[in-house]
């Protein structure tokens, strides 16, 4: 994500309401008729740039009143495509980006984990301040506080690898997901046949054993164990195997197996 290359929020809806000819005073009327409560000032000021944390509700409320995606104000797509609105609250939605990006280990990252990198990843945001403590997290995650500002959002995006939008497109969010298990099982596929090589052949041997070969094992497996998974594991195994293409020619269950699902 590299937010420097982007329109600001603030431009993007200013650009959006003269677009429309929508002004504020016109916005926070709709946006009431949507249960979402704003003054004509504030909007302003959104507008102007001079307040730049909108609310994880405003952001979407914006989307619903102007008729863009929610996700559109963050870079994102602008059609609001049947669906692909995000219906969850924040909360299931930041649990299930805990649960998709996770380290090599497997295990999910821990609250404090997290935190840790904020300094390092925030320097691709621009300006200064961006910060996120392991209180606020924590009332994120566990649903405490479900509507976090738009900064807030950014930071959690930015320290996981994903697109802010993350949080408002469904469509983005399942292939993040998607794509995310499908590494990790291709990661632990990996380790657990290095492993059962090296100690039945011994490390000279182990060693001489072709790449092909070990994503053929890989493959398999993922066909065996993850069916629903193996597609996605298969395209990470090729990707990562100049060799990958004639290992999927070769191999006689490629054209039979079931494709996977998201």
């Not at 979407?60 to 870079?75: K, T, Y």
């Not at 300094?119 to 961006?130: K, Q, S």
């Not at 292939?175 to 290095?194: G, M, N, P, Q």
């Amino acid at each position: 994500m590299s937010g420097t290359e982007r329109p600001r929020f603030w431009q993007l809806l200013d650009r959006l309401c003269k677009e429309r000819g929508v002004g504020n005073v016109a916005l926070a009327a709709a946006l009431a008729e949507v249960n979402c409560q704003v003054t004509p000032q504030y909007l302003s000021a959104l507008r102007s740039g001079k307040k730049d944390n909108p609310s994880y509700a405003l952001v979407h409320a914006l989307g619903r009143v102007l008729d863009v995606h929610p996700a559109w104000f963050l870079g994102g797509r602008r059609d609001r495509a049947p669906g692909s609105v995000a219906a969850d609250s924040f909360a299931v939605r930041l649990r299930a980006l805990f649960e998709a990006i996770r380290p090599a280990n497997g295990a999910p990252y821990s609250i404090r984990e997290i935190v840790s990198r904020v300094p390092e990843r925030v320097a691709t945001l621009p300006g200064d301040g961006w910060t996120l403590s392991a209180p606020t997290l924590t009332d994120l995650y566990k649903g405490t506080n479900d509507n976090p500002g738009l900064r807030q959002i950014l930071v959690i995006a930015v320290v996981f690898g994903v697109e802010p939008w993350y949080f408002f497109d469904d469509d983005y969010a399942r292939r993040v997901d998607a794509e995310a298990t499908a590494l990790r099982i291709s990661t632990v596929l990996e380790l657990d046949v290095r492993a059962v090589v090296m100690r039945s052949l011994g490390g000279d041997l182990a060693r001489q054993v072709d790449s092909q070969v070990m994503g053929t094992v890989m493959t398999q497996m993922a066909r065996a164990f993850f069916p629903e998974k193996a597609d996605q594991v298969e395209q990470l195994l090729t990707a990562n195997d100049p060799a990958g293409n004639d290992r999927a020619a070769n191999d006689p269950a490629g054209t039979d197996a079931e494709p996977g699902h998201d």
